[in-house]
Structure formats: C-alpha cells, structure tokens
C-alpha cells in the first residue's frame, strides 16, 4: 500500500502570497496518477488536479500541480480569500484501496 | 450538468441496519463508477469502496471488506452503501463520488455528492 504524507500540517499566509503544499508518497506513483482537491468547511471535497499537472474543469489557473514519481507540489501562485481550506492529495495508480493523504489545512495568517 | 445527490442525514442506535443512496444524473450512470468516501469527525477521507452499475462489479478497500456492502440498481440511476449492524464508529459523513475504473485500478474522483451524515448512537 502506498503512504501518502503531506506537509506541512497546516500552512499560514495571507491573501495575495503564495501557497507550496507537498505530497510525498511512500513508492513511486504510477503514471504520475496524482490528484489533489479542496475542501471547504461543510462542503464535499472537489478535485482542483489530476495526473500530477492537469487542471479540472473550472479550476482557475492559479492553482498548478507538478510533481513525478514520489515528490508532488500543489502551488497556489496568489492566494484569494476563498482559496483557504484543506487540501488533499491521492494516489489512484495502484489496485485498491486508493489512498489519500492526510490533508494540510491553508488558514489565514 | 452531472448531479450525484445523496439521502439525507440519518440517527441510528448501535446494531441497526442502515442503507443511504446516491443518485446520478446529467450522466450516462452505466459508464462510470460510482464510489464512497468515508470522513470520520475532524479526520481526513478514506476510500471504502465503488462499484459499477452498468454490471455491479464492486471493489472494496481491504478495512471495509465485510463491513460494509456497495450496490447499486441502473434502473434509477442510485447506488446504494449499506450497513447490517451499526457501531458507534461508523459516525462519520459519507461521500458518494464518480470515477472510472480499469481492470487493475481506479481514477480520481471528479465529481461528488453533497454528502450523508451517518450519527450512531445509544
């Protein structure tokens, strides 16, 4: 089973900076099958990046993905008052369980 | 536009049975997978389980082999995750969400429903 960690635990910042999350996995991801996504108080998580890179529909282009083989970063390059949630990162190369990270919550410094 | 749209809160006691829903629409619900997603309070998500309605093959994670059954009826477009007895650990919000599955691994989750608050309790 692959172990996703993500850090930091939570990140502080302040609207306007930017936002570098990581994820490290515990064996090389597949494919780069990496996904991260957002989840706001009371609200279902929504998939902001898949494929390590690539951007969901809607998604703005603030937000980017990159990453390969064990190291993964999600860069939020301005943060926006709504930007600030927890974020996720999940690996779905492997045959199940598909894992997910253990969040690193973005407040506001 | 694709909908996933889940039953609503529930309250149980320890040992009662329990099934909640999921409904799709917007889509042709036989081509994807439909999977859950467990939330325990204040904790992060866990991958339990999907299935696909188009001929019910279903794939759980080894912690809830057993603990749970996923299932699913095409002909309205609901997938289904259910409980025989309840424990005061499954309290947890539950998530239904949309993938697609090959024969040795499942995608991301693109789109998912609002959610089901699970409350077991004596």
């Known amino acids: 089973e692959i172990v996703l960690t993500q850090s930091p635990g939570t990140l502080s910042l302040s609207p306007g900076e930017r936002a570098t999350l990581s994820c490290r996995a515990s064996q090389s991801v597949s494919s780069s099958y990496l996904a991260w996504y957002q989840q706001k108080p009371g609200q279902a998580p929504r998939l902001l990046i898949y494929g390590a890179s690539s951007r969901a529909t809607g998604i703005p282009d603030r937000f980017s993905g990159s990453g390969s083989g064990t190291d993964f970063t999600l860069t939020i390059s301005r943060l926006e008052p709504e930007d600030f949630a927890v974020y996720y990162c999940?690996?779905?190369?492997?045959?199940?369980?598909?894992?997910f990270g253990q969040g690193t919550k973005l407040e506001i410094k | 536009e694709v909908q996933l749209v889940q039953s609503g809160a529930e309250v149980k006691k320890p040992g009662e049975s329990l099934k909640i829903s999921c409904k799709g629409s917007?889509?042709?619900?036989?081509?994807?997978?439909i999977g859950w997603v467990r939330q325990m309070p204040g904790k992060g998500l866990e991958w339990m389980g999907i299935?696909?309605?188009?001929?019910?093959?279903?794939r759980y994670s080894p912690s809830f082999q057993g603990q749970v059954t996923i299932s699913a009826d095409k002909s309205i477009s609901t997938a289904y995750l259910q409980w025989s007895s309840l424990k005061a650990s499954d309290t947890a919000m539950y998530y239904c969400?949309?993938?697609?599955?090959?024969?040795?691994?499942?995608?991301?989750?693109?789109?998912w429903g609002q959610g089901t608050l699970v409350t077991v309790s004596s």
């Open positions: 999940q690996q779905y190369g492997s045959s199940p369980p598909d894992t």
């Open positions: 969400a949309r993938s697609y599955c090959s024969s040795t691994s499942c995608l991301f989750f693109d789109y």
């Open positions: 917007g889509y042709s619900f036989t081509s994807y997978w």
């Open positions: 299935i696909y309605p188009g001929d019910s093959d279903t």
